[in-house]
């Protein structure tokens, strides 16, 4: 793997599957949310920069829609030492939907009862599967 600094929150990390590139998000303080209720995404405002289609990635069965979101506020109260500050703005994620939606981009939305795990090396990648986005404002 590979870290591109440049982006606000940290570093973005690039994983090659069979001639794809798929691009990590690394947030931090997951492990706070290690058992994720909605209070993690309810605390963050979000906004839509892309959409695409969700498949299987050994089959390439069609399996819905996948939506990526930026952080464009966080109000999560993360416990940090020695006066550190902490937050996730400007963080990318994925999220998959089990259906085909039509959202518009550059729309503030909620997600629509979000099941999240922690994964990775440092517990900072998260994977997002939600029941449906809502659009709160154009």
Known sequence: MKCISGNFGGCDQERHQKDKV???M??????????????FF???????????EWKNFDS???MGTKVELVVIGDKNKYKTTNGEAVSNMY????????KDIDVPMNAHV?????????????RNQLSIVADDIEVIKK
């Open 60 to 62: 390439g069965e069609h």
């Open 26 to 39: 690394a947030f931090k303080k997951l492990s706070q949310f290690e058992l994720f209720d909605n209070s």
């Open 91 to 98: 963080e990318k994620m994925m999220v998959k939907i089990a």
């Open 42 to 52: 309810d605390a963050l405002d979000l906004g839509t920069i892309g959409k695409s």
């Open 22 to 24: 798929v691009k990590i």
């Open 110 to 122: 909620r997600l629509v009862n979000p099941q999240a795990s922690v994964y990775g090396q440092y």
